[in-house]
Structures are given as structure tokens and as C-alpha cells.
Nanobody, 124 residues
Framework: QVQLVESGGGSVQAGGSLTLSCTAS????????MGWFRQTPGKERVGVAA???????KYANSVKGRFTISQDNARNTLNLQMNSLKPEDTAMYYC??????????????????WGQGTQVTVSS
């Protein structure tokens, strides 16, 4: 059974930091690109950061210089280090996987495997 499980969400004050993690099981990790997405009520899910198995990364402009995506290929784990958090970063954050042959993307429709999400709340 393919599964992505996120952890690490929580509440933090503006300017603070959080690290999200996502553990993948039931898939061959080397065959996938991984991404982090976020969604607020009533809005579309948007890409935050993505990483290919070879380490190539892509970031949304809104998080460049503040967020860092990384992975531990040996442990099938994806991470998102979030620094200098802003209230507008408040959202449900989702981990997702897409086959490598589709390429690295921040577009949600590219991804067909999703975690259940973890909430991040940033207060001013």
C-alpha cells in the first residue's frame, strides 16, 4: 500500500521556524519526484517546493530564501525546513509524489500520490 505520512506541523509566531517531514512507504522512492503543497480554505492547492531524486529543486517565489526542501533517499523521507515564517504561510501542508518521467513540477495535477496533510499556523 502506497502511503505518504506528514509530520511536524504546529503553531509558531511570525519569524519562527518549523520543519515538516514526510515518510513514504509502498513505493520505489527513486522513481519519484516529491513535492510540498499548501492549501487554505476555499483556495486551490499550490506548490511550495519540489525535489527530484537527483537533488534538483524548485521553489515557489513566495518561499525562496526562506524554505528548504531536502530528502533522505535511504530513509524515503522528505523534509521542508521553513524559516522566517509569515502569517500568510498559514495553511494545511501536503506531501505528494509524482513519477520522475513526468518531470519536476509545482503543479498539483502532476502529482497522483498525496499525504493526509499537516497544519501550519503562523501568528503575528
Amino acid at each position: 500500500q502506497v502511503q505518504l505520512v506528514e509530520s511536524g506541523g504546529g503553531s509558531v509566531q511570525a519569524g519562527g521556524s518549523l520543519t515538516l517531514s514526510c515518510t513514504a512507504s509502498g513505493l520505489t522512492y527513486s522513481n519519484y519526484c516529491m513535492g510540498w503543497f499548501r492549501q487554505t480554505p476555499g483556495k486551490e492547492r499550490v506548490g511550495v517546493a519540489a525535489i527530484d531524486y537527483d537533488g534538483t529543486t524548485k521553489y515557489a517565489n513566495s518561499v525562496k530564501g526562506r524554505f528548504t526542501i531536502s530528502q533522505d533517499n535511504a530513509r524515503n523521507t522528505l523534509n521542508l525546513q521553513m524559516n522566517s515564517l509569515k502569517p500568510e504561510d498559514t495553511a494545511m501542508y501536503y506531501c505528494a509524489a509524482t513519477p520522475r518521467e513526468l518531470g519536476l513540477s509545482l503543479q498539483a495535477p502532476w502529482y497522483n500520490i498525496w499525504g493526509q496533510g499537516t497544519q501550519v499556523t503562523v501568528s503575528s
